[in-house]
């Protein structure tokens, strides 16, 4: 993803608070939850290749990569939201749309208030050698934790969109230079300055492992 149509760095930058202006931020805002996403399932990669892997590691990064990725396919604040037709333009092989609707049904499993997501409790009465009530017992069963295969599906997915949002933003941000551009200077400093690193540009990940 890159942040500027110019090859020099800008001195400022002034906010946007255009249509155009926000749907462009809701693109990068997508484009950094798919490389969160990818970034989890690198980590994830390795945190399941060892014996007895650390539960709460993994529970961090798939809750944290399922939420990101999910979050890609809410309409925004200006309807640039990733649909059902970006998963099939990714030519990925295999059933890539039935798991995109596995994990978007993950992200309501996860972000449910009412519900453990790590194991399901219940209570029934324990009983002596002779079948008489001693106490209540309260039993739980811990729900598995996420496998290697799924983590990779996964982050070559995101990574499949991340490509395809990385070219949108180019192609919206060659669409809104030549109106801003003809903005006088007089224009721009009545517009709020943004307090930015300037140095912010981002690739796409490559995938490297994640894809057998």
């Known amino acids: 993803m890159t942040s500027a149509t110019s090859a020099s760095q800008p001195a400022v930058v002034r906010l946007l608070n255009t249509p155009s202006a926000k749907a462009l931020a809701d693109l990068a805002a997508m484009f950094e939850d798919l490389q969160t996403t990818?970034?989890?399932c690198e980590r994830l990669v390795s945190a399941l290749d060892v014996p007895g892997p650390d539960d709460l590691l993994v529970e961090a990064l798939w809750t944290t990569a399922v939420l990101s990725y999910?979050?890609?396919?809410?309409p925004g604040r200006q309807g640039k939201g990733l649909t059902d037709a970006d998963i099939k333009a990714t030519s990925l092989k295999g059933d890539v749309l039935e798991w995109h609707k596995v994990l978007r049904q993950?992200?309501?499993?996860?972000?449910?208030?009412?519900?453990n997501p790590r194991e399901a409790f219940s209570v029934g009465a324990s009983q002596d050698s002779e079948g008489k009530v001693n106490g209540i017992a309260i039993t739980g069963?811990?729900?598995?934790?996420v496998d290697d295969l799924s983590v990779r599906q996964t982050g070559a997915i995101a990574y499949a969109l991340s490509v395809l949002v990385d070219k949108r933003i180019?192609?919206?941000q060659e669409q809104m230079f030549p109106k801003i551009e003809s903005m006088t200077?007089?224009?721009l400093e009545k517009l709020p300055l943004v307090d930015v690193d300037v140095d912010i540009d981002a690739a796409a990940a490559d995938p490297g492992d994640m894809s057998d």
């Open 38 to 40: 990818l970034r989890c």
């Open 70 to 74: 999910a979050r890609c396919f809410s």
């Open 106 to 115: 993950l992200r309501k499993h996860y972000s449910d208030p009412a519900v």
């Open 141 to 145: 069963v811990r729900r598995p934790i």
């Open 170 to 172: 180019t192609e919206h």
């Open 185 to 187: 200077k007089a224009d």
